[in-house]
């Protein structure tokens, strides 16, 4: 796997693939949020608590880094990246974290994408 993938606006369907193939799925023992198309995992996005990072003094639960966003290159500039960033965010939206992202896809797709910017730690 490497990191890659277009950046477009999560309204879209993944490119040529059928939106009801692609899922995201929590993943809490690894610590990401893995994405499959039938029964095949073909991206991640990697997270961690900030109660776990050295230097953060956030609470457990309370603010999620987005580490790093990885989908098998076979799978590029299909949008598939946006569409698992985008359900990362909506999830962290339903479970009340506020998010840091870490992972520079991460930022620019926020940066195309303001709908997302109320899940972001302030400061």
Known sequence: MSVMDHISNSSESPGNIAAADARVLDNPA????????GDELVGILGYR??????????????????MHTVVKEEFGGRGLAAFLVGEALDSARRRGWKVRP??????????????????????
Not at 30 to 37: A, G, M, P, S, T
Not at 57 to 62: F, H, L
Not at 102 to 123: E, F, S, W
């Open 30 to 37: 690894h610590e990401r949020f893995d994405l499959w198309l």
């Open 49 to 66: 608590d900030e109660d776990d990072i050295p230097g953060f003094t956030a609470k457990p639960g309370e603010v999620v880094a987005f």
């Open 102 to 123: 870490i992972c520079t896809y991460v930022q620019r797709y926020l940066a195309l994408n303001p709908q997302h910017l109320d899940v972001l730690i302030a400061g």
